[in-house]
T-cell receptor, first 115, second 113 residues
Framework: GAVVSQHPSWVICKSGTSVKIECRSL??????MFWYRQFPKQSLMLMAT?????????EQGVEKDKFLINHASLTLSTLTVTSAHPEDSSFYIC???????????FGSGTQLSVL | AQSVSQHNHHVILSEAASLELGCNYS??????LFWYVQYPGQHLQLLLK??????LVKGIKGFEAEFIKSKFSFNLRKPSVQWSDTAEYFC???????????FGTGTRLQVFP
């Protein structure tokens, strides 16, 4: 089946640094990718919709200058957490929509811990 | 705003027991409904989905879910669970004409042999 690769799966960083998370669709093309975050014991919350070749659409309350999204190709979207702080520690998951059949596939997630 | 409620946060069962996980959503319009499963250390995977038609949906691995429109519910069921069903289960709703999936908080299922 279709695979979405998310990297890294786990990252620890110091407060104030930036962290980039990659989301790749390995065997299909995706004009649309989604970024979610999940706090412990809470729901997956949609952060933004990433559109290839155009600006991402952010959900209410998500700081676009803090969570930079780039969807430069049909197989890659990146989320950069800029100037990370401990409150950004969370589990981030991406998903990609297959252009051909509209199916949605999820990455394995990235656990971000900011010290 | 749309929301999804999963009332069972943690369920512990013995093998061969029957399973029902509750899912209720709040949205007045037409929706698509999903159950996703995440096995330990693995990706989120689609278990089953409802778009239209027969409200009783069969999914993979013996799971099924029933859409009851009047109750805004989409409960997941399995007559006899196995140890390999140990996982986190997420209900999700997608209002038509949007790309957004709204997830419930998930239910952690532990099955003991």
């Amino acid at each position: 089946g279709a695979v979405v690769s998310q990297h890294p799966s786990w990252v620890i960083c110091k407060s104030g640094t930036s962290v980039k998370i990659e989301c790749r669709s390995l065997d299909f093309q995706a004009t649309t990718m989604f970024w979610y975050r999940q706090f412990p014991k809470q729901s997956l919350m949609l952060m933004a919709t990433s559109n290839e070749g155009s600006k991402a659409t952010y959900e209410q309350g998500v700081e676009k200058d803090k969570f930079l999204i780039n969807h430069a190709s049909l197989t890659l979207s990146t989320l950069t957490v800029t100037s990370a702080h401990p409150e950004d520690s969370s589990f981030y998951i991406c998903s990609a929509r297959d252009m051909e059949n509209e199916k949605l596939f999820f990455g394995s997630g990235t656990q971000l811990s900011v010290l | 705003a749309q929301s999804v409620s999963q009332h069972n946060h943690h369920v512990i069962l013995s093998e061969a027991a029957s399973l029902e996980l509750g899912c209720n959503y709040s949205y007045g319009g037409t929706v698509n409904l999903f159950w996703y499963v995440q096995y330990p250390g693995q990706h989120l995977q689609l278990l089953l989905k409802y778009f239209s038609g027969d409200p009783l949906v069969k999914g993979i691995k013996g799971f099924e879910a029933e859409f009851i429109k009047s109750k805004f519910s989409f409960n997941l069921r399995k007559p006899s669970v196995q140890w390999s069903d140990t996982a986190e289960y997420f209900c999700a709703v997608n209002a038509l004409n949007t790309d957004k999936l709204i997830f419930g908080t998930g239910t952690r299922l532990q099955v003991f042999p």
